[in-house]
């Protein structure tokens, strides 16, 4: 019971593990290229969940900084991919990850 | 929870950070570079290319300067211990520095730019910082500064592999670089969670002592190791995490190409060898032997696979751009191979190698593009008969082709034959994955022989003679290359001693 | 001298890059100055050669000096390898009685085969360039006493003979270019292993540093390594590394049944490089055995001598039943050489003097007398387009001179007594008949003697006796004189051998019936070699080690 | 260097110069330089008649031997051996005279024939350069010391005898038996090799002395079967050349060359070069050897002779015949009257030249006509070949008074006491079929002889397409200029054609040889060659008659009558001194003594037999009581069998060289398909994973996409519609690559 009541690191984890499966569930099988992008911001907040509850269960600041850039470079990691989503939105009039697959083998 | 620092601590800190910036001038230098080459575009007007290029190139020239001055530093953490300054790294700083100087010179040479794109600027500007932060991940101590410096080189990638904004199939390959990047190093950002959450450091060493004083929960270790391998090896190329790479390296600019195909991976290798030598204790290492995972035997699969793989498939490319993709996974197997052997003479061959691979694979995709630059195609058809057209660019290819494969006298002979002097030294499991190298290396001669195949063996389709001259400058370097290619396959002290020197690594002696 | 003679060839080659490519005449003759330098040389150290110095192994005090003639031994490469020392590569040559034979034979050929690429009209540059970079390469394997610095040039030849084979061969040149070039490459890259197993195994007993050098490897004294790859007893290792050497040498040789890409390249392959193939590269192949394979793998040698003749009577055998269904005449040629060098294994792997010494001198007689066959199946080829045995007939009455060459070379192949073939397979069988081991299979492989006269013989009658055949490739016409000539269709010179045919070919001749009438001028420059190379083979020294 | 051996080389080496001479400059001598071979042959006769002059006539001396030789090669100081040499030498005695001087006549002789018989052809020069280079390969046989410098010889002989049987190489024809002719003795000469080497690879050298010196002293390290094995290998050769069974095919075709050739070459000199090979070896042949030999050369007399009763070629019954003989000479060396059989090798040399050349004569005035069938009534037109012939013919027969029967019936006495030391039994076979043989030969001799030279010319019964063949020959030829028609008139030959003949057949008669017309023994030429001494007899395999080196070997046969006692003394059998020599192995001794006794036993039945089978050749071919036609129907299978060759031919022709033909084809399809098939199979192999890996990305990729969705399908509901592009896939193969070596690390599969 003790585990359900109180908060615990194993929470954390749990949730971030839950947010990394969602974030990859969704960039593989997603058409829509925006979505995809979502899923990989999941994918960082995952890391940035576990960095905090590391952070505050481990003592140190390391966790916290570390996820203070990661969410520097999430922004930035989003402006340049919706950049080249809209130029391939110009290129294909669409979006459809799926569909973009004129060099393969 | 936290106490503000006292002033004395402050005063240490902003001393200590001072000190820092002393051994950071070359990064420094090459930022104001990036600003300078930004600046210029927005202020001066009309063609600008060959200005921008040329300050470029002799910012880049300049830099080695500064690289060279580091030399009489003592080797050293900085930054508390975010980042470290030793011959390994200078090493990559060299390195770095030259092949974009190559890069530009590349892209000074190739016509499809021109074609394609009207203004350059952002080109150049982000060559450099490419630069920069390949710089910071050969560098980088911390996880925290190898995350920051692999999302740099990935975001500069991203945009130039996706130069040719018109032209679909290098934004193909943006979109697929931009996904496929962002998810590895998401796992691997993921993986650096766990790591910090076991250790409580962020710091290669500290984590390496860590792990050495207390131990770690072996299940977690393993998941946390292979997030992170899962990032690195979407830099360096290898089998399993090579899918992107074919895609993007046929789509990109060929300059881009190049320049992804030799430096982001050589980052890769230098950020590999650095984590995985400092950080993770090997398992099979006599002290930590339950500590850390075996990474020595996954790396030994990546490797093989990555030999067999590339080579194999290489073989049924009608793509030039394409072949040399699938070659270049081949050849991230082999310096696989030099990373292997985990210590000092295996270290100098895997930088000897890439060395080599450097001067080699920079030579034929400047001769490609070369050749698309007069036939406008890439295809292995278009080839016939181009080695009485560009004789001396046929020469030159062949030339790397063979060094490719490596025959001698080349200095990809040397390379090989350094990396399996590395191998043989170490018993016989080693041998035996020497027999995979070899053979395979006998397959690539297959495909590489492709492209001379079709220069000299076939009659062009269009039986016109007319000599088709690539232009002075070009052939002047194409020659220098080649001359090097030779040079150096007989008369390799040199490069082998500079990669001797520079095979000590900050935090950990090898042997 | 040795440097000279080895890069000779690659500085004509530079002067030619420099030569525009119209001037076909000048870069023909450039090439055959320089292939007449070559032979210069090849005289002047065969008079300078002493036939007594032994040569194989290292002389007193382990210096080759006092052993091998000519030597040239100046450190090249010094790299530092930190933990393991330092990996030295030394630029070092010299010849012994085995190599300088094989240095004369190489002169001799490449200047042939220089006179006969005279017809090559096609990208004539880039063609003496690739022909003169071969030249040097195949001259430096002879000479080289580095394993590194053999194992170069070893490669070195493999590119030009792919573009020779490739851009100037036949129909199907593709194919056999690109078979050559993966076959013989498959061999080597494995003696790339062998090589750097070798160096951390031996140490040269002067520097006490690991080498290269072939000279040290010879002593069994030098692996001294403890632990190493390729000590002494370290059985398994040592086993699998003479296999390795010796299927890569097979492959060169071409040994069964490593050899079917012989046919196909020479088929392909223009005149000149059949000559140059046929006449000194297949020789690479089972001077590689000895120089290397053998003297550094004693022990394995002794235990394998069997299985080894046993390949070389497959190689005679098979060989000529295979030539003697043959129905073009080149292709039969080349199976009759597969034949020849079956006698060179036979020989070697007897183990004692007579058998090396005939392999030695059935390696020369070979070069000299396939070249000759090589020579006049592109004479004829030249006129009639064509070299299918049946498409002629009676041409004795006709080209008399060239009867009379063809029927001379084909007896020398036979081995006929007073040519010079036949004292090196007597003495070949002589010795695989004296040791005891290679008995049973001597006894086998002199029924290729029979096999061989028969498909010569044969491919002499359809040819040259008789009357012309009725879809023979060329005309039969009455001439004012009253008597028949021939003529073939679009060939506009001499329809009998013309000069520079002739200078070709009588000098091969000349050597030919000297050396069968007196052998000693070659056969004295290698008995003491082999005598020592008997020794250093030779159980006792073994048991020593 | 002693002067003979200097005057026998320069008789070695002078049919050589003629030869380079005439091949080179033919053309730009007059008369295409026949004189130049004839003057040098002439020259060479003179001073190899005077080595006999000097060997024979002064020197009288049964164990007369001189040598030199040299070193060939060197091959220096051999581990396990020591210094190693082979050398090249002289070897002069008895023997090497005789056949010295008859060689160079009988080359001579036919040299001088040529002149007139070859005249006009178009290579006329040429014909006297092979004449030279044959010549010089023969006198090199017989002038050698050692086995290497006779093999090499031997090859040479092969070769010119190749040269000059296809001299008319464009009759296709004459290209076959030539080839016939080199193979059939490259398979002797097989056999000779391994013989050679079995005794090299005991001894380490090839001279006969030494050879025999380690024989003697018991040196030979292997068992007494390798022994005997050399021997057979060694008279291999001998089957090879002197066309013994089975390798007899090739003379009857070798008739395709000119006539004198045929003279030279299948009466004197390559045929006997066996016989006179398997004497020089003659000491080391073990009795089962000599057994074997025996059998052999039966089996070949009575074979040739049956064959050639029913030919009607004139020149392919002589070619029978000589086979036959030579038959008989082997026979005699096998049955140990070694003497006996060297005096019939030389006489038959002489009257079968006589014959070959007569024939020569009777072909060229029938303007090459061949068959006897149309021959007939020459006596009157031509005397002289009629005489000569007719001589010869009788020596063939062995008919008293004649060389022929001298050495017939010697050989014919040894074989009786060989059968008789023998035990009788098989062995009597051996001279049964001998007298057998002399009948048949009498009788198709006689029938010859009537069928040329008796009755009237049958010319104008030939047949039409017959005739045209002739001339078809005749033409291919091109001997002459002018055409005759066969029924023009027919002439005797011309002074060069005749004087051989005549020379020839003085030869043919008893006294050149012997002062008894009944017994050759007394004779100079069976005195000068004993039967030298084994060095493996019978008594004691392996060591032969000199336990004591007290001798030098190459003397073994002929220890002095004082030295007897001694030498006999010191081993329990001493022989039975017999003409002056002392035979210390006692079967040799047995055998040579009954010989001896068998004497006129032999002389009886032999003439007898002669008598009837020229009696037959009357009765059938002059009286008519019997008509051949007749009795050849009525004894078909016989006469077809004999007709045709016992079907050596078809034998050979059926089983070996189809045989080997086809096992080529196989082996050239199997090279073309499999051999090298299996290298392209692999290529292909690597080219076909290539294809997998290719397709890698394509299909395995959309695969496990596919399946990932159908898992990830059955979790949720809304995930119905799931479609993949590629970059989500290759996320999907990285997962998967994670989690599944994360499995494997837990299931210790990695490790």
Request: hydrophobic share 55%.
């Amino acid at each position: 019971m003790e585990q359900l009541t109180t908060i615990g690191l194993n929470h954390y984890l749990t949730i971030s593990a839950f947010l990394l499966g969602f974030g990859l569930f969704a960039v593989m099988t997603r058409k829509n290229a925006i979505v995809v992008l979502m899923g990989v911001e999941l994918i960082l907040n995952a890391a940035n969940i576990n960095f905090l509850a590391f952070s505050k269960y481990n003592g140190g600041m390391e966790g916290v900084m570390f996820a203070l850039f990661i969410i520097v470079i999430a922004a930035a990691e989003a402006a340049i991919a919706l950049a080249i989503v809209i130029n391939i939105f110009k290129l294909y009039k669409s979006v459809d990850v799926s569909s973009i697959d004129s060099m393969k083998e | 929870m936290f106490e503000l620092p006292s002033g004395a601590e402050i005063q240490g800190i902003i001393a200590s950070l001072k000190a820092s910036v002393g051994f950071f001038i070359p990064e420094i230098y090459l930022s104001v570079l990036f600003m300078l080459l930004i600046v210029i575009d927005l202020v001066a007007k009309g063609r600008k290319n060959n200005l921008l290029s040329i300050t470029t190139l002799l910012g880049l020239a300049g830099s080695t300067v500064f690289i060279y001055q580091q030399h009489a530093l003592p080797a050293g953490e900085l930054f508390f211990g975010m980042y470290v300054l030793d011959e390994f790294a200078l090493f990559f700083k060299y390195f770095f520095v030259l092949s974009a100087i190559l890069a530009v010179v590349v892209t000074m040479a190739d016509e499809q730019f021109d074609r394609e794109v009207k203004s350059m600027g952002e080109y150049y500007a982000l060559i450099v910082a490419m630069v920069i932060g390949m710089i910071m991940m050969a560098s980088s101590a911390d996880l925290l500064m190898i995350f920051l410096s692999m999302e740099l080189v990935s975001f500069t990638g991203y945009l130039l592999a996706g130069y040719f904004k018109r032209n679909p199939r290098s934004s193909e390959a943006a979109l697929k670089y931009l996904v496929y990047g962002a998810v590895s190093s998401g796992l691997m950002v993921y993986g650096f969670s766990l790591i910090y959450g076991i250790t409580a450091q962020t710091n290669i060493i500290k984590i390496s002592l860590e792990l050495a004083a207390h131990g770690s929960d072996s299940l977690v270790m393993i998941l946390a190791t292979l997030l992170v391998l899962a990032g690195f090896g979407y830099k360096i190329g290898a089998v399993p995490f090579h899918f992107w790479s074919p895609d993007v390296y046929e789509g990109s600019p060929t300059p881009v190409t190049a320049y992804l195909s030799v430096a982001s991976k050589a980052a890769g290798f230098a950020l590999l060898m650095r984590f995985f030598y400092v950080a993770i204790p090997h398992g099979a290492l006599p002290p930590e032997d339950k500590l850390g995972m075996d990474w020595l035997s996954l790396l030994m699969i990546f490797s093989v696979a990555s030999m067999i793989y590339g080579n194999v498939v290489a073989l049924w490319q009608k793509n030039v751009k394409r072949l040399l993709a699938y070659s270049s996974i081949a050849h991230a197997g082999y310096l696989l191979l030099g990373i292997l052997v985990m210590d000092q003479f295996g270290t100098q061959a895997t930088l000897f190698y890439l060395l080599s691979y450097f001067i080699m694979n920079f030579g034929a995709f400047y001769v490609v593009i070369l050749i698309s630059n007069k036939t406008g195609s890439e295809n292995l058809d278009d080839y016939r008969g181009l080695g009485k057209k560009m004789p001396l660019a046929g020469a030159a290819l062949t030339v790397f082709l063979i060094s490719l494969v490596g025959l001698p006298p080349t200095v990809g002979f040397i390379g090989k034959l350094m990396i399996f002097s590395a191998l043989l030294t170490k018993g016989s499991l080693y041998i035996w994955i020497a027999l995979v190298g070899i053979m395979t290396s006998v397959i690539s001669l297959y495909y590489y022989m492709l492209i001379p195949l079709n220069m000299y063996l076939r009659e062009s389709k269009q039986p016109d003679e007319k000599v088709m001259n690539p232009g002075m400058a070009p052939q002047i370097i194409l020659a220098i290359l080649m001359i090097l290619t030779l040079y150096f396959g007989l008369f390799f002290t040199p490069l082998s001693d500079f990669a001797k020197y520079s095979s000590a690594m900050f935090g950990i002696t090898l042997h | 001298m040795l440097s000279l003679i080895v890069f000779l060839p690659i500085i004509a080659g530079l002067v030619i890059l420099a030569v525009p490519s119209s001037q076909k005449q000048i870069i023909r003759i450039v090439s055959l100055l320089a292939a007449l330098a070559q032979g210069v040389l090849a005289v002047l150290i065969w008079r300078g050669y002493d036939p007594a110095l032994p040569g194989i192994t290292a002389g007193v005090g382990g210096s080759p000096l006092g052993s091998f003639q000519f030597v040239e031994k100046i450190p090249w490469i010094s790299l530092n390898l930190g933990g393991f020392g330092s990996l030295n590569i030394e630029y070092f040559l010299g010849v012994d009685g085995i190599s300088v034979t094989m240095v004369i034979l190489t002169a001799l050929v490449s200047a042939i085969g220089v006179l006969s690429s005279w017809t090559i009209q096609k990208q004539v540059k880039g063609y003496f360039i690739l022909y003169n970079l071969l030249a040097s390469a195949m001259m430096g394997c002879f000479v080289a006493l580095d394993f590194f610095l053999f194992y170069v040039f070893w490669e070195i030849m493999l590119l030009p003979m792919y573009f020779l084979i490739g851009i100037w061969g036949g129909p199907n040149r593709e194919y056999a270019a690109i078979k050559f070039f993966l076959y013989t490459l498959f061999g080597s890259v494995f003696m790339l292993l062998v090589m750097i197993g070798l160096y951390f195994s031996v140490t040269d007993p002067v520097t006490g540093q690991h080498t290269f050098s072939l000279v040290a490897m010879a002593t069994q004294t030098n692996f001294n390594v403890a632990g190493a790859i390729f000590a002494p007893e370290n059985h398994l290792w040592r086993q699998i590394a003479f296999i390795v050497l010796f299927v890569g040498f097979a492959i060169k040789v071409p040994m069964f049944p490593f050899h079917t890409w012989l046919p196909d390249a020479h088929v392909e392959a223009p005149t000149p490089i059949s000559v140059i193939l046929a006449g000194v590269l297949l020789k690479l192949g089972t001077y590689g055995m000895i120089r290397i394979n053998f003297p550094l793998f004693p022990e394995v040698f002794h235990a394998s001598m069997y299985v080894i003749g046993i390949f070389g009577a497959i190689n005679i055998i098979y060989g000529a039943l295979c030539a003697l269904a043959q129905k073009d005449l080149k292709k039969m040629v080349a199976y009759s050489s597969i034949s020849h060098m079956g006698y060179v294994l036979l020989g070697l792997s007897a183990g004692n003097s007579e058998g090396m010494v005939g392999a030695l001198y059935q390696m020369f007689n070979h070069g000299t007398i396939t070249a000759m066959l090589f020579l006049l199946v592109g004479v004829i080829y030249d006129r009639a387009h064509t070299r299918q045995i049946d498409k002629f007939g009676g041409l004795a009455s006709y080209m008399p001179v060239y009867a009379a060459v063809v029927t001379i070379a084909w007896f020398a192949s036979l081995g006929l007594p007073g040519l010079s073939g036949f004292i090196s397979e007597a003495l070949v069988f002589v010795g695989a008949f004296s040791s005891q081991t290679t008995r049973p299979i001597a006894m086998v492989s002199v029924l290729g003697i029979v096999f061989g006269a028969a498909y010569l013989l044969w491919s002499l009658q359809r040819m040259f006796l008789g009357k012309r055949n009725d879809d023979a490739a060329y005309d039969l016409e009455v001439g004012q004189d009253g008597h028949e000539h021939i003529h073939f269709h679009d060939w506009k010179g001499k329809l009998d051998l013309d000069g520079r045919e002739l200078a070709m070919l009588v000098p091969l001749v000349v050597i030919t019936i000297f050396l069968g009438i007196y052998p000693m001028p070659v056969l004295g420059m290698l008995t003491s070699s082999i005598n020592k190379l008997v020794q250093v083979l030779s159980p006792v020294v073994m048991s020593q080690m | 260097m002693h002067s003979l051996i200097q005057l026998s080389i320069v008789v070695l080496l002078l049919p050589l110069l003629s030869f380079v001479i005439l091949i080179f400059f033919n053309r730009r001598i007059p008369r295409r330089g026949d004189f130049i071979g004839v003057g040098i042959l002439g020259t060479a006769f003179g001073i190899s008649a005077y080595i006999f002059w000097t060997v024979i006539v002064q020197t009288y001396d049964p164990a007369f031997r001189i040598a030199w030789d040299f070193t060939w090669i060197d091959l220096g100081n051999v581990p396990g051996v020591g210094p190693l040499q082979i050398k090249m030498g002289v070897v002069i005695d008895n023997l090497t005279a005789i056949m010295l001087a008859m060689v160079t006549l009988i080359s001579l002789l036919v040299h001088l024939y040529s002149t007139g018989y070859m005249a006009g052809d178009k290579n006329y020069g040429r014909y006297f350069a092979f004449l030279g280079i044959f010549t010089f390969s023969m006198l090199g046989i017989v002038l050698s010391d050692n086995l290497f410098s006779i093999y090499i010889f031997w090859e040479l002989v092969g070769l010119s005898s190749y040269l000059l049987i296809g001299f008319f190489f464009e009759k296709d024809s004459a290209a076959d038996a030539q080839k016939k002719a080199f193979l059939a003795n490259r398979v002797g000469d097989i056999g000779m090799w391994l013989g050679i080497l079995i005794l090299y690879s005991q001894f380490h050298t090839f001279s006969f002395e030494q050879i025999y010196a380690n024989l003697a002293a018991g040196n030979f390290g292997l068992s007494n079967a390798w022994l005997t094995a050399a021997g057979i290998l060694l008279f291999m050769g001998c089957v090879g050349k002197s066309a013994q069974f089975p390798l007899h095919v090739w003379l009857p075709d070798a008739m395709e060359g000119p006539t004198p050739v045929s003279a030279l070459i299948h009466a004197a000199t390559m045929v006997a070069a066996g016989v006179y090979f398997v004497a020089r070896i003659f000491v080391m042949l073990t009795p089962d050897a000599l057994h074997v030999i025996a059998f052999i050369g039966a089996c070949t007399a009575f074979m040739a002779a049956t064959i050639a009763i029913t030919q009607n070629d004139i020149k392919r019954v002589l070619a029978y015949s000589t086979v036959s003989q030579l038959g008989y000479m082997v026979l005699g060396l096998g049955v140990g009257a070694y003497s006996a059989s060297l005096f019939h090798l030389v006489t038959h040399a002489f009257f079968k030249a006589c014959l070959f050349l007569g024939s020569g004569a009777i072909i060229h005035a029938m303007h090459h006509e061949q068959d006897m069938r149309w021959m007939g009534g020459l006596r009157k037109h031509m005397p002289w070949t009629f005489a000569t012939f007719t001589l010869a013919t009788l020596a063939l027969a062995g008919l008293p008074l004649t060389s022929g029967f001298l050495s017939k019936d010697a050989i014919l006495a040894g074989a009786i006491g060989f059968a008789q030391v023998e035990g009788g039994g098989i062995f009597y076979l051996i001279p049964v079929l001998g007298f057998f043989s002399a009948m048949l030969t009498a009788f198709y001799m006689g029938r010859q002889i009537w069928l040329v030279f008796f009755g009237e010319s049958r010319t104008h019964l030939k047949p039409a397409d017959n005739h045209h063949q002739a001339h078809h020959a005749h033409d291919s030829h091109a001997a002459h200029a002018d055409d005759h028609h066969t029924s023009h008139g027919v002439h005797e030959v011309s002074w060069n054609m005749r004087a051989p003949l005549v020379i020839l057949a003085a030869l043919s008669v008893f006294f050149v040889y012997s002062p008894d017309p009944l017994d050759g023994a007394k004779g100079w030429f069976m005195k000068m060659i004993p039967t030298p001494a084994t060095v493996v007899g019978e008594a004691n395999p392996q060591k032969g008659a000199l336990l004591s080196g007290s001798v030098a070997p190459h003397l073994a046969g002929v220890v002095r009558t004082t030295e007897a006692p001694a030498v006999a003394a010191e081993h329990g059998a001493p022989g039975e001194a017999k003409g002056g020599h002392l035979y210390t192995d006692p079967r040799q001794a047995e055998i040579v003594h009954a010989g001896h006794a068998a004497h006129y036993t032999a002389i009886y039945i032999s003439s007898i037999m002669v008598v009837l089978g020229i009696c037959m050749a009357l009765v059938v071919y002059v009286f008519r009581i019997i008509d051949p036609e007749k009795t050849a129907q009525a004894i078909r299978p016989f006469y077809l069998f004999s007709l045709n060759k016992w079907y050596w031919d078809e034998i050979y022709e059926a089983t070996f060289i189809r045989g080997s033909m086809l096992l080529a084809r196989m082996l050239s399809w199997f090279d073309s398909n499999v051999v090298d098939g299996m290298v392209n199979g692999v290529a292909t192999l690597v080219r076909k994973f290539a294809f997998v890996n290719d397709g890698f990305d394509r299909h395995v990729v959309d695969g496990m996409v596919n399946f990932t969705a159908f898992t990830v399908n059955t979790t949720g509901a809304v995930l119905r519609k799931l479609q993949t592009g590629k970059v989500q896939t290759y996320v999907v193969m990285l997962m998967l690559v994670l989690f599944g070596y994360f499995v494997l690390y837990f299931t210790r599969l990695i490790y």
